[in-house]
């Protein structure tokens, strides 16, 4: 939204040629003083003034000070024009002195009026845009000051970049009707200092008396990258206090977007489970992405969509969408045409399973970096149907890799799953064979063709969160299948952040690993929705019980129990070590049993072919399942 008051550029340009007048003039009086001297170098001065005009609005346009809304001028700005300024007074003292040489100018022109003429110009061109500045600033004051729209006091939690730049928006804008009223910060150099006017008064533990002492009626947690203990310690001294909270997102859903009051949401049960930010190694990823044609299979999918508009950051020479649905695809390719205008993105229509499809797209796209997401992934339904587990999941897996293979793609990662480690279920064991496709890929091409290893997703579609909203929205109660269950959980921007890192480790067949804490119990996180959803579990909100379904573990692993693993470059993934695995014509012989046997519907066959060559599983262990076991 615009400041009040907005002043042209035209006004600008005519405040800028009457400056460069009066400071010429100043530059020589200053130098000579008023007197008989000062009118004998008038007609020098008026020269002076002829070649000022002349240069300095010219050079001011090219450097873009014309072109600049100063309503919003920052540092960056004040530096521009001490640039603009000492350009446009290089030009003009050259011109001078070839006008001297020349002997257009008598050679007793008082050089030193060139230099006077730049401070003087430096601070009336810096000076007028400063004015821009307060006057549209003194017009949100008077706006703000009327009180109409009821204007809520505001803390915000944290007083570094994201801080600032909400406070600035607020102040900017009146019509958010927020005013900020206090920050609190744990860093020691900003207790008791002033920022645009805003006081940090106390440390976070200081948080419940800073609000009472400011009359707030909400507050903003403004740090990005804030872990979710500090994000939970906001929520719960807020709902004692009895008033509302909001967030930035996680410094992964920035990436690539803008910190300002607009991004501020409700907090999520994400932002409490939020870890400390990984770094990332620019370098590498940039090596393995920029410039490289991208394929993306599954980009329709949570999963996908979130590496499409990672991957994008990175300027690839193109960006493929490949998915089977296309609605997902068409709202991707949106999405991704808005906030990346420049970048080729070439959309495709396929399912997986139609390799003379996928070897025809491969063989016309040519890619050279392949992530490939596009999985069925739901435990339960897959039990029921294992044929379509199979068919998608492995011998998908297996047309990508080959047509990947025949097209020269240089670079390949399949996004996996813990429940690919011993699995019990058969999702799970179609993506320990999917593992095992890469694997063998790999050693028989010598190419980096890897896979990438995590549990689950927040957000993802289908996933436990948006079924324990839904729950809570009805009224409860909230149905978990047994008291201990424990899963991993990380946000979706912060796994495939991971995941770009791994695709840049890769070298030949490994399997990296994300490490993602500590599993989080499901009784805890659903007792976490139901308090951010302002109510209290087992008061208002029932959680029962309904017992484990087929293919489920109480905890996940992330590789096998005694496996070996090594760390990585990077300091949150890990390779594992995994030996013995099914390749070469062991494996292609069980993938062609296994095709015979999903085009004949023999699901147990295969449950019983994958329970065979899969060491470790827990396959067939459960009772069969039964459609109202899913839900």
Not at 113 to 124: A, G, M, P, Q, T
Not at 226 to 239: E, K, N, S
Not at 443 to 454: A, E, T
Request: charged share 20%; aromatic share 6%.
């Amino acid at each position: 939204m615009k400041p009040a008051s907005p002043i042209r550029n035209r006004f600008l340009l005519a405040g800028d040629v009457l400056l460069i007048i009066t400071s010429v003039l100043a530059s020589f009086a200053l130098r000579l003083d008023l007197g008989p001297t000062f009118v004998y170098f008038m007609p020098q001065a008026w020269f002076m003034v002829g070649v000022a005009l002349l240069v300095k609005p010219t050079v001011y346009y090219f450097f873009g000070l014309y072109r600049r809304y100063w309503a919003y001028a920052s540092v960056r700005e004040l530096r521009l024009i001490a640039v603009a300024t000492a350009a446009a007074q290089v030009v003009v003292a050259l011109l001078l002195m070839l006008a001297i040489l020349t002997r257009l100018l008598p050679a007793t022109f008082p050089r030193s009026v060139i230099f006077i003429d730049w401070l003087f110009s430096l601070f009336s061109v810096g000076g007028l845009r400063l004015t821009v500045r307060l006057i549209a600033e003194s017009g949100q004051v008077s706006q703000k000051s009327d009180g109409r729209g009821g204007t809520r006091r505001v803390v915000i939690v944290g007083a570094g970049d994201a801080g600032v730049l909400v406070v600035r928006e607020m102040q900017r804008n009146p019509q958010l009707h927020m005013q900020p009223a206090a920050f609190v910060d744990d860093d020691p150099e900003k207790l008791r200092k002033d920022i645009h006017g805003v006081r940090v008064t106390g440390r976070l533990r200081d948080l419940a008396t800073v609000i009472d002492r400011a009359r707030a009626r909400e507050v903003v947690i403004a740090i990005p990258s804030a872990p979710g203990d500090v994000v939970r310690l906001v929520t719960q001294i807020c709902r004692r206090k009895g008033i509302p909270f909001r967030t930035m997102p996680g410094i992964y859903e920035l990436i690539g977007g803008k910190v300002n009051v607009n991004r501020l949401r409700d907090v999520d049960i994400s932002d409490l489970l939020r870890r400390q930010p990984a770094r990332i190694d620019d370098e590498v990823v940039g090596r393995t992405l920029t410039g490289k044609r991208v394929l993306v299979t599954g980009a329709g999918g949570s999963i996908g969509l979130e590496l499409c508009r990672q991957v994008a950051r990175w300027m690839p020479a193109h960006l493929v969408l490949l998915g089977h649905g296309e609605n997902s695809i068409f709202e991707a390719l949106l999405e991704l045409g808005e906030n990346f205008p420049e970048l080729p993105v070439l959309p495709v229509i396929a399912d997986v399973r139609d390799r003379e499809h996928i070897a025809r797209a491969f063989a016309e796209l040519k890619p050279e970096v392949v992530f490939h997401a596009a999985a069925h992934k739901h435990v339960p339904l897959m039990e029921l149907n294992v044929s379509e587990a199979v068919t998608n999941n492995v011998l998908g897996t297996l047309s990508v890799v080959d047509a990947a293979r025949a097209a020269g793609t240089g670079r390949l990662v399949l996004i996996s799953t813990d429940k690919a480690v011993q699995p019990a279920s058969v999702m799970g064991a179609t993506k320990a064979l999917a593992e095992l496709i890469v694997r063998d890929a790999a050693q028989r091409s010598g190419l980096p063709y890897v896979s990438v290893r995590f549990g689950n997703v927040l957000g993802s579609r289908g996933s436990i969160v948006p079924l324990f909203k839904r729950q809570i929205a009805r009224g409860g109660p909230v149905t978990i299948t047994h008291p201990e269950m424990k899963r991993y959980f990380m946000t979706i921007p912060e796994a495939v952040h991971l995941v770009l890192q791994a695709a840049g480790l890769g070298e030949a067949g490994e399997v990296f690993v994300l490490r993602m804490g500590e599993q989080v119990p499901i009784v805890d996180l659903a007792e976490d929705l139901i308090r951010l959803s302002g109510l209290e579990p087992g008061k208002e909100i029932e959680i029962q019980f309904t017992g484990i379904r087929p293919g489920e573990k109480l905890e996940e692993a992330l590789w096998d129990e005694g496996m070996e693993y090594a760390t990585t470059t990077h300091p949150d993934v890990v390779r594992v070590a995994e030996a013995q695995a099914l390749s070469g014509n062991a494996l292609a012989s069980v993938l062609a049993e296994i095709q015979r046997l999903a085009l004949e519907g023999e699901p147990q066959a295969l449950i019983n072919l994958m329970a065979a060559n899969l060491p470790g599983n827990q396959l067939g262990q459960a009772p069969p399942p039964e459609i109202t076991s899913v839900v």
